[in-house]
């Protein structure tokens, strides 16, 4: 590989302890997509929680927004090697929603409203490691970055933090989503560079 | 950063379908079952280039396939569902030649 | 079916601040379509990859093992201002290609011919043009060529001098130069007005997305039929 591209390093470098194995600080927020933006005016959002017998619960905008609010700041870290620090959210822990129902299950699947899914094991999404998030810095969460709402789980790769999410459907086996089901690591823990299925 | 998220067309998957296709694919045609839109692979809407492409009907958007490139693999997905196939690819292309 | 080939960086030559042409050495290139392109792959040290695909600018035949690329430098882009400005000449990278078979003009191909490129999107439709000034054709040729400014033409010295039967129409949509009798502005449908009929003219569309769009619902709206329009968005 030394004779080719010589002076080209691509976007790495060292942040001790801070930035995981492969990956690169940015001020920015680079917008990813895998379709057109959808338009979800909250007036017609809501977010359901389906159980692994098929039954369901579900918050309007305004019922959401008067569950208990937390603003975490926390370190991202997307698969395509970026990493932003000290991202300021607000939003719901997950923990709020899925206290609302018995479960047996073990898996959750995160569904939007563009037809993007994502699996995570349930106990990855509770104990206040994950939130439904409606603000970003202060402000409203723009359509490109995934609002009017978006999970954030910010100690898995951001793939996994579903934009327009509108519901979490509880699963006793684990179903690859989106990406997980070309090629993508099913659990993506950036600690251990987990991008890959074979990773 | 753009506000909104930008495509471009199928022409860009030339490459990395070329990968594992033998005739070029960006002229084969799709009759889209959504929308009955026919379009060439050329013509799709193609999202990314990560973490993949995904490549959409122009006219309804409905996924028409899906390629993650990784190192020494190459994922094609066909239409919206899973069951994604994974080619391998070589080591060294035939062609690459040292000096 | 095509694999990665080395490619030598022989010639930079600056289009604009921020446009240049990459001449490669490409040893048995098997020649390409007006059109057609390729994709670049860099190599860093610790063995990390990125690939962008690059139009091809010349015409097949033109240089023998020699490639023509297209290279617009994007602010905080991760290849194209390594390619612009930090490859060094003599160095290598690696190129797959002649690809696509969908944007291009075969020389078979026959018929007037309506070029619309947005800034460095003229680069694919720069080689179709080249190759209608080099033959024998005396079907009509057009190339309407947006462009921000004066200063952002690209190949501004061969764009004056083009053969006999070529046309070729510079739109500004900020700054037009001195005396211009069109304003500054975005392509509209008066820019169409005189150009070779819909009837049997074939058109070629490169440039950023939305001006793509733009350009692809005047021509539809001009008459020209969607099975004679052919695009290439590159983002």
């Given at each position: 590989m030394g004779d080719l591209s010589p002076g080209f390093h691509g976007k790495s470098h060292a942040f001790a302890g801070r930035l995981p194995p492969g990956q690169y600080p940015t001020e920015s927020f680079p917008v990813l997509s895998a379709g057109p933006t959808p338009d979800i005016p909250t007036g017609r959002w809501s977010f359901t929680l389906t159980g692994e017998a098929g039954e369901s619960r579900s918050w309007s905008w305004d019922e959401m927004m008067a569950l208990p609010q937390e603003e975490p700041t926390v370190d991202i870290h997307c698969v395509t090697r970026w990493s932003k620090f000290d991202t300021r959210w607000r939003g719901v822990p997950l923990d709020v929603f899925l206290d609302a129902m018995e479960t047996a299950a073990d898996f959750v699947v995160a569904e939007s409203f563009d037809g993007y899914t994502t699996n995570l094991p349930l106990e990855d999404v509770t104990d206040g490691k994950a939130w439904l998030a409606h603000s970003f810095d202060g402000f409203a969460l723009s359509p490109d970055h995934g609002g009017p709402a978006r999970l954030v789980?910010?100690?898995?790769?951001?793939?996994?933090?579903?934009?327009?999410v509108k519901g979490l459907r509880l699963t006793l086996d684990n179903e690859p989503g989106f990406w997980e089901s070309a090629g993508y690591h099913d659990y993506g823990d950036p600690w251990r560079e987990q991008r890959y299925w074979s990773d | 950063m753009t506000e909104h998220p930008l495509y471009v067309d199928g022409n860009a998957l030339a490459g990395p379908l070329g990968e594992v296709?033998?005739?070029?694919?960006?002229?084969a045609w799709r009759l889209c079952p959504s929308c009955r839109l026919p379009a060439t692979l050329a013509q799709l809407h193609v999202y990314g280039p990560e973490p993949g492409l995904t490549a959409r009907c122009?006219?309804?958007?409905?996924?028409?396939l899906r390629i993650v490139t990784q190192p020494e693999y190459l994922w094609l997905q066909l239409g919206g569902g899973a069951g994604a196939f994974r080619f391998t690819l070589p080591a060294v292309a035939p062609d690459v030649r040292r000096p | 079916m095509h694999g990665w080939r080395r490619a030598r960086l022989t010639e930079r030559t600056k289009q604009t601040a921020t446009g240049r042409t990459l001449t490669f050495e490409v040893p048995h290139w098997p020649g390409h379509l007006p059109g057609q392109h390729v994709d670049v792959r860099l190599t860093a040290d610790d063995g990390y990859q990125a690939v962008r695909s690059y139009s091809l600018a010349a015409p097949a035949g033109?240089?023998?093992d020699r490639i023509e690329l297209g290279v617009q430098a994007t602010f905080g882009g991760e290849v194209s201002p390594y390619l612009a400005?930090?490859?060094?000449?003599?160095a290598e990278v690696e190129v797959m290609g002649p690809?696509?078979?969908?944007?291009v003009r075969t020389p078979q191909d026959r018929g007037p011919l309506l070029l619309i490129a947005g800034g460095s999107g003229v680069v694919p439709v720069m080689a179709m043009l080249r190759a209608r000034a080099a033959s024998a054709s005396g079907d009509p040729c057009v190339l309407l060529y947006s462009v921000?400014?004066?200063?952002?033409?690209?190949?501004a010295t061969e764009l004056d001098a083009v053969a006999e039967g070529v046309r070729v129409r510079l739109l500004y949509t900020r700054t037009a130069p001195e005396g211009s009798r069109r304003p500054a502005g975005r392509i509209t449908a008066?820019?169409?007005?005189?150009?070779?009929?819909?009837?049997?003219t074939h058109c070629y569309v490169c440039g950023p997305t939305a001006f793509v769009e733009h350009a692809g619902e005047l021509l539809l709206a001009a008459g020209y039929g969607p099975d004679r329009i052919r695009t290439e968005r590159f983002g």
């Amino acid at each position: 590989m030394g004779d080719l591209s010589p002076g080209f390093h691509g976007k790495s470098h060292a942040f001790a302890g801070r930035l995981p194995p492969g990956q690169y600080p940015t001020e920015s927020f680079p917008v990813l997509s895998a379709g057109p933006t959808p338009d979800i005016p909250t007036g017609r959002w809501s977010f359901t929680l389906t159980g692994e017998a098929g039954e369901s619960r579900s918050w309007s905008w305004d019922e959401m927004m008067a569950l208990p609010q937390e603003e975490p700041t926390v370190d991202i870290h997307c698969v395509t090697r970026w990493s932003k620090f000290d991202t300021r959210w607000r939003g719901v822990p997950l923990d709020v929603f899925l206290d609302a129902m018995e479960t047996a299950a073990d898996f959750v699947v995160a569904e939007s409203f563009d037809g993007y899914t994502t699996n995570l094991p349930l106990e990855d999404v509770t104990d206040g490691k994950a939130w439904l998030a409606h603000s970003f810095d202060g402000f409203a969460l723009s359509p490109d970055h995934g609002g009017p709402a978006r999970l954030v789980i910010p100690h898995l790769y951001f793939w996994k933090s579903a934009k327009w999410v509108k519901g979490l459907r509880l699963t006793l086996d684990n179903e690859p989503g989106f990406w997980e089901s070309a090629g993508y690591h099913d659990y993506g823990d950036p600690w251990r560079e987990q991008r890959y299925w074979s990773d | 950063m753009t506000e909104h998220p930008l495509y471009v067309d199928g022409n860009a998957l030339a490459g990395p379908l070329g990968e594992v296709f033998a005739v070029d694919p960006t002229t084969a045609w799709r009759l889209c079952p959504s929308c009955r839109l026919p379009a060439t692979l050329a013509q799709l809407h193609v999202y990314g280039p990560e973490p993949g492409l995904t490549a959409r009907c122009p006219g309804c958007a409905a996924i028409a396939l899906r390629i993650v490139t990784q190192p020494e693999y190459l994922w094609l997905q066909l239409g919206g569902g899973a069951g994604a196939f994974r080619f391998t690819l070589p080591a060294v292309a035939p062609d690459v030649r040292r000096p | 079916m095509h694999g990665w080939r080395r490619a030598r960086l022989t010639e930079r030559t600056k289009q604009t601040a921020t446009g240049r042409t990459l001449t490669f050495e490409v040893p048995h290139w098997p020649g390409h379509l007006p059109g057609q392109h390729v994709d670049v792959r860099l190599t860093a040290d610790d063995g990390y990859q990125a690939v962008r695909s690059y139009s091809l600018a010349a015409p097949a035949g033109a240089g023998g093992d020699r490639i023509e690329l297209g290279v617009q430098a994007t602010f905080g882009g991760e290849v194209s201002p390594y390619l612009a400005d930090d490859l060094p000449v003599g160095a290598e990278v690696e190129v797959m290609g002649p690809l696509g078979g969908w944007f291009v003009r075969t020389p078979q191909d026959r018929g007037p011919l309506l070029l619309i490129a947005g800034g460095s999107g003229v680069v694919p439709v720069m080689a179709m043009l080249r190759a209608r000034a080099a033959s024998a054709s005396g079907d009509p040729c057009v190339l309407l060529y947006s462009v921000r400014a004066p200063d952002e033409v690209w190949y501004a010295t061969e764009l004056d001098a083009v053969a006999e039967g070529v046309r070729v129409r510079l739109l500004y949509t900020r700054t037009a130069p001195e005396g211009s009798r069109r304003p500054a502005g975005r392509i509209t449908a008066d820019d169409l007005l005189g150009m070779p009929p819909p009837t049997d003219t074939h058109c070629y569309v490169c440039g950023p997305t939305a001006f793509v769009e733009h350009a692809g619902e005047l021509l539809l709206a001009a008459g020209y039929g969607p099975d004679r329009i052919r695009t290439e968005r590159f983002g």
